[in-house]
């Protein structure tokens, strides 16, 4: 049976101290699921330390970006080779801060996903729409440009986790209404059903993100096409962070 994934993305938060202060409180505070993978994404001068923590240990070890290439001059640049080699299991690729912010474009986004995959790692794809596109009614037409160009000549789809970001959500305290969510989560599962096959697109974790926090988890995880969720702002704090590990489907 697939499990769901509840992974939180630190961003550029926390030092490698307070990295490490927040993960043992959350060790020791966590309860045993096992329904449900647990994911951080910590900065990359927090994961040495945090993977030497958790090792053995029920919460699993995710990064924010990665480079395509294994080494080479490439100034600034973290590699596959040197995530996979501390214990890093999944890598965030495409995430709408480093489209937008800092200009990566499908093909780059592509280029991570294939190389994260054939690392052995597992890549959150990360799709979503602005708001003017949505107003627009271009969504569909967006997410799906999206997921072609992302996962082009890509086949290692096992390794693969969806993560829908509407952008106008982000960080901006407006969710999506879970039946919002949902309806964007059945048109992903048809297209990669489509582009892939039926038996694969039944088994994807697709992950919703978006302003999501302790009041609305129980809500978007009652939806049946929402398989976990990606965390931003609400990741941060232990209680809040417990809070949405522990969601209840009432
Ligand atoms: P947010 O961020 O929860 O702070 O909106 C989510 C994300 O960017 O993954």
New binding site residues.
Partial sequence: MKKFLIAG?W?MHKTPNESIIFVNELLRRIKDYKDRDILICPPFTSLYPISQILKDRPIKLGAQNVYFENEGPYTGEISPLMLKDIGVEYVICG???RRNIFGETDEIINKKVKKTVEMGMKAIL?VGEKLEEREKGKTFEIIENQIKKSLENFDNIENLVI?Y?PVW????GKTAQPSQAEEVHIFIRELISRIYNKEFAENLIILY????KPENIDQLMKEKNIDGV?????CLKVDSFLRIIDYKIL
């Fill in positions: 993305n961003k995430h709408s801060e990360c993560a970001e959500a982000i960080g901006t993100g978006g302003s999501v990606l965390v931003g702002n609400a």
